[in-house]
């Protein structure tokens, strides 16, 4: 990071993050507005990589955005033929419709 302002900003924006006065997603909201703006920033060709390592490491896991989160964790999904154990049981929702059935006729 060769902006010393952009380091300052970021510093500041940090404290407030910590403090609880500032959500972390509108910390890196400004950093990306200060870089669209900074020349020094758009000169820099590392800063993109430091910029994810400080979005890595202040934002929460719920606030990273969805599409980010499945690259990173893509699960398959299971199918309903490929359930094991999970057999309905018809008796038990015969049941369910007698009781509910029931309350009904109060």
Known sequence: ???THLI?????WYLHVKEETMAPAR???FAERHIGHCEVCRQDSGLAEEIEKIRDFVLPE???PKAE???EEATPEISPD???GVARDEDEDED???DFEEDDEV
């Open 1 to 3: 990071m060769q902006c």
């Open 8 to 12: 300052r900003l970021m510093k500041d």
């Open 27 to 29: 910390m890196m909201q």
């Open 62 to 64: 719920s606030k990273i």
């Open 69 to 71: 989160r499945e690259e």
């Open 82 to 84: 490929e359930e094991e």
């Open 96 to 98: 369910f419709a007698n």
